[in-house]
């Protein structure tokens, strides 16, 4: 088949644009419900081709239409090269679109269907697992991610991370789309019980859980400058409004990722005026830093002040692809020449560490400190908690992105990191969105794009020896989704492999082979 061929089905523009119907379901568009049914039409597509091959590319261009609907607002900072992300990630689709023309093509019959409810959300998983590797740029709109106004859903996140709610949507997905297809009674009514046990699992987990063990509570204070025309503004505005909050039984006060460009560690000035602040408001400061070190690269850090100066730093360790660092720069620094792409990679850090906050009483307050695109990594909350973090702290900008569904899909994420780990969860953020949420991800506190200013919000504290099954067990949920996708693959290679073994009819008589004629 040739380019031109391939280029004109129809059906493949149509899994393109059934791609971005699930981006709908994330902030933004904001359309949470659709999530339980958005993979239909492009299932249907991958489940009509007319051979393996066609399922496959189908289930490529599904993935291709999802990442560039879903990361349209990375256009100015990798302009022309979101569609060739879009290319590469799609294709981790390809097995998706496979597996459903593989198991539901035709009639479905109850094995195929049973096989199909548990195969589908395990390749998704699987997909999803991979695109989150941090070398490849880590899990962006992964679709558990859409439930997130939705506690009760959020029950299957403390069990197994954002992952189980992702299985649970797509076991949805798949069983609507049996019940769509299928005649027999029997295989409806398997495909309907899935669906309302995938539909009521995140609800019983929630409801079986006891309430998160707390030891203590903290106020918190979360600093918004707002948009300001350059760096020496966008301190003083930080400087300002956290002077306001002088008087107020404040614990920490956090501001957004980069809200100073100096460094701390040189400029005593700064130091000094920022160790003034904590000591006017009585509380300490953790402050986002991005300045060129004494070893001339650049960082982005969080870095803790009380009123005798720098305490301690965090360093981010996972960058962001092409805003932070260019991947194989040799071959793709081109990118920032045609977009605002890192001209230079920053440094990052080498190990997620607890920063060694007091409160205003003198009880010590251990804080899991990540910066901006670290709350997307279920594994680095996950980190902090076990070491004894009572909060997690997120410091964000996204002002680059501002009138994009970026900033509000961000902040979306302390919900899953909350519901994971059972730990409170905020997040200031330069220009928005700055928000807080409990221990089991419900929302307690916004700062829209909109706004500047500081919102206070009283959070009770987890016990440090607390722990949710995601965070005793960890990524076990990819784990048995690659286990499920293997054990698939080898059942379907079992019968193409002992076709080839089997022997062949034995060959024609030769003259050599003839008994010797007799004399």
């Given at each position: 088949m040739n380019l031109r061929t391939a280029l004109t089905r129809p059906a493949r523009y149509g899994a393109l644009a059934s791609g971005a119907l699930p981006v709908l379901s994330f902030p933004g568009a904001g359309l949470a419900?659709?999530?339980?049914?958005?993979?239909?039409?492009?299932?249907?597509?991958?489940?009509?081709?007319?051979?393996?091959?066609?399922?496959?590319?189908?289930?490529?261009?599904?993935?291709?239409?999802?990442?560039?609907?879903?990361?349209?607002?990375?256009?100015?900072?990798?302009?022309?090269?979101?569609?060739?992300?879009?290319?590469?990630?799609?294709?981790?689709?390809?097995?998706?679109?496979?597996?459903?023309?593989?198991?539901?093509?035709?009639?479905?019959?109850?094995?195929?269907?049973?096989?199909?409810?548990?195969?589908?959300?395990?390749?998704?998983?699987?997909?999803?697992?991979?695109?989150?590797?941090?070398?490849?740029?880590?899990?962006?709109?992964?679709?558990?991610?859409?439930?997130?106004?939705?506690?009760?859903?959020?029950?299957?996140?403390?069990?197994?991370?954002?992952?189980?709610?992702?299985?649970?949507?797509?076991?949805?997905?798949?069983?609507l789309l049996v019940l769509v297809c299928a005649r027999g009674v029997r295989v409806r009514a398997l495909a309907g019980a899935t669906a309302l046990a995938a539909l009521l699992a995140g609800p019983a987990a929630f409801a079986a859980q006891a309430a998160p063990a707390v030891s203590g509570s903290a106020s918190v204070a979360l600093v918004q400058a707002g948009s300001t025309p350059d760096e020496r503004a966008r301190l003083e505005a930080n400087v300002r409004i956290t002077r306001s909050l002088a008087g107020r039984p404040v614990d920490l006060v956090v501001w957004g990722e980069s809200s100073t460009t100096e460094d701390l560690d040189r400029q005593r000035a700064t130091v000094d005026r920022l160790a003034a602040l904590s000591r006017a408001t009585g509380a300490q400061l953790l402050v986002g830093e991005d300045a060129r070190k004494a070893d001339g690269r650049i960082s982005k850090d969080a870095v803790l002040v009380d009123g005798s100066g720098v305490l301690a730093r965090y360093r981010k360790i996972r960058l962001v692809p092409f805003g932070e660092y260019i991947p194989l720069r040799p071959l793709l620094g081109w990118i920032a020449g045609v977009s605002a792409a890192a001209g230079e990679n920053r440094a990052p850090g080498s190990s997620v560490h607890l920063l060694p906050v007091v409160g205003r009483d003198g009880?010590?307050?251990?804080?899991?400190?990540?910066?901006?695109?670290?709350?997307?990594?279920?594994?680095?909350?996950?980190?902090?908690?076990?070491?004894?973090?009572e909060l997690i702290v997120y410091q964000s900008a996204t002002s680059t992105f501002q009138s994009t569904w970026a900033p509000a899909q961000h902040a979306s994420l302390g919900a899953l990191r909350a519901a994971e780990t059972g730990r409170p969860v905020v997040q200031a953020a330069l220009t928005g969105e700055s928000v807080a949420y409990d221990a089991q991800g419900r929302r307690l506190a916004r700062l829209g794009t909109e706004?500047?200013?500081?919102?206070?919000?009283?959070?009770?504290?987890?016990?440090?020896?607390?722990?949710?099954?995601?965070?005793?067990?960890?990524?076990?949920?990819?784990?048995?989704?690659?286990?499920?996708?293997?054990?698939?693959?080898?059942?379907?290679?079992?019968?193409?492999?002992?076709?080839?073994?089997?022997?062949?009819?034995?060959?024609?008589?030769?003259?050599?082979?003839?008994?010797?004629?007799?004399?």
């Open positions: 419900w659709l999530a339980w049914g958005a993979l239909v039409p492009g299932l249907a597509l991958m489940r009509a081709a007319g051979g393996a091959r066609e399922a496959a590319v189908r289930g490529w261009w599904f993935g291709a239409g999802f990442i560039l609907t879903g990361m349209y607002w990375l256009v100015p900072s990798i302009g022309p090269g979101l569609p060739v992300l879009a290319v590469l990630f799609g294709v981790l689709q390809a097995p998706f679109g496979l597996a459903a023309w593989w198991l539901l093509r035709g009639e479905p019959t109850p094995r195929r269907s049973a096989a199909a409810l548990a195969v589908l959300p395990a390749v998704w998983v699987c997909a999803e697992y991979a695109r989150s590797w941090g070398a490849l740029g880590g899990p962006w709109a992964v679709l558990g991610a859409t439930q997130w106004e939705h506690p009760a859903v959020l029950g299957l996140a403390s069990v197994g991370g954002v992952w189980l709610v992702s299985w649970a949507l797509v076991a949805v997905n798949t069983a009880r010590a307050l251990p804080v899991g400190a990540l910066v901006c695109f670290e709350s997307a990594f279920p594994d680095m909350s996950r980190t902090a908690a076990r070491q004894g973090a706004a500047s200013g500081s919102v206070t919000v009283q959070l009770a504290l987890a016990d440090p020896a607390a722990r949710t099954w995601y965070l005793r067990l960890g990524d076990w949920v990819p784990l048995t989704a690659l286990a499920v996708v293997l054990a698939a693959a080898a059942t379907a290679a079992g019968p193409v492999l002992r076709e080839r073994r089997r022997p062949g009819p034995p060959p024609s008589a030769t003259p050599t082979d003839l008994p010797p004629a007799r004399v």
